[in-house]
Nanobody, 121 residues
Framework: QVQLVESGGGLVQPGGSLRLSCAAS????????MGWYRQAPGRQRELVAD???????NYVDSVKGRFTISRDNAKNTVYLQMNSLKPEDTAVYYC???????????????WGRGTQVTVSS
C-alpha cells in the first residue's frame, strides 16, 4: 500500500509564501514523475507543476516565476515553494506520483488527500 501525505498548507496574506511538502511511503519500488495539482471551488483540478526523477520541471503559466517545485529522491518527497501568493491561488493542493510498487508492476498514479491553501487579507 502506498500513501502520499501533504503538509504545509494554511492561510496566508497576498504576497506571502508557503512551502508544501508531500512524502510518499509504503510499498514503493521506484517513483517517476511527481507533481502538484490544485482545485478551486467550482473549477476543474489543474496541474500546477511537476518534476521528473531526473529533475526536469514543468509549470502552468500562471505560477511561473512564483512557484518552485523540487524533490528529494532519497526521502521520496516533493516540495512546492510558493512565493508572491495571490488570492487566485486559493485552492486545495494535491500531490501526485507516478510510481511502481515492484520491478515488474505497471506505473500507477497515486494521489494525496490534499491540503488547503487560502490566500486572503
Amino acid at each position: 500500500q502506498v500513501q502520499l501525505v501533504e503538509s504545509g498548507g494554511g492561510l496566508v496574506q497576498p504576497g506571502g509564501s508557503l512551502r508544501l511538502s508531500c512524502a510518499a511511503s509504503g510499498s514503493i519500488f521506484r517513483i517517476y514523475r511527481m507533481g502538484w495539482y490544485r482545485q478551486a471551488p467550482g473549477r476543474q483540478r489543474e496541474l500546477v507543476a511537476d518534476i521528473t526523477k531526473g529533475g526536469s520541471t514543468n509549470y502552468v503559466d500562471s505560477v511561473k516565476g512564483r512557484f518552485t517545485i523540487s524533490r528529494d529522491n532519497a526521502k521520496n518527497t516533493v516540495y512546492l515553494q510558493m512565493n508572491s501568493l495571490k488570492p487566485e491561488d486559493t485552492a486545495v493542493y494535491y500531490c501526485n506520483a507516478d510510481l511502481k510498487t515492484a520491478w515488474d508492476s505497471t506505473i500507477d498514479h497515486y494521489w494525496g488527500r490534499g491540503t488547503q491553501v487560502t490566500v486572503s487579507s
